[in-house]
């Protein structure tokens, strides 16, 4: 799936399901999800990452959390990115809270990134890479006291 070929990384998964006796694992369901991410699979995302849970029982990791949330907040679905950012069992690290900050760039939602900017503090170590996006959304939202971070 990472090398472009997210629709293949899918098909192959299928066929998987269908045709073989070999079980999904966590690791081909962190590329199953970041196919559906990177080809905009919103529905197909979230059903794999429910059946991951429910018919092979398999824990989402941080990878996977990360995969579903660049997924929604690609598709703009950040109310759902949001929801599933709050239910994860661990604190969100700089590349989840980055998804969720590039979807809020990209769809305008000044509302979500005020609010992730929580998590962002919480991160001791955090990239400078999240402070420029967070500044960049309030830039384009003309909200030049907010980009005083």
Do not use: F, K, Q
């Given at each position: 799936a990472i090398q472009g070929k997210g629709k293949e990384a899918l098909n192959v998964f299928r066929r998987m399901e269908e045709e073989a006796e070999v079980a999904p694992d966590q690791i081909t369901y962190i590329a199953v999800l970041w196919a559906c991410s990177h080809l905009?699979?919103?529905?197909?995302g979230q059903k794999h990452f429910t059946s991951?849970?429910?018919?092979?029982?398999?824990?989402?990791?941080m990878e996977h959390y990360?995969?579903?949330?660049?997924?929604?907040?690609?598709?703009?679905?950040?109310?759902?990115?949001?929801?599933l950012l709050v239910k994860m069992p661990t604190q969100p690290n700089a590349t989840i809270l980055?998804?969720?900050l590039n979807g809020c760039e990209m769809?305008?939602?000044?509302?979500?990134a005020n609010r992730v900017k929580s998590h962002i503090v919480e991160l001791k170590n955090?990239?400078?890479?999240?402070?420029?996006l967070l500044s960049n959304i309030h830039a384009k939202a003309c909200n030049?006291?907010?980009m005083k971070l």
């Open positions: 905009g699979l919103v529905e197909e991951m849970m429910e018919v092979y029982g398999i824990e989402p990791t990360g995969c579903m949330i660049d997924l929604l907040s690609r598709a703009g679905h950040s109310e759902e990115a949001e929801e980055s998804s969720i769809y305008g939602n000044v509302g979500l955090s990239s400078s890479g999240v402070y420029v030049w006291e907010e």
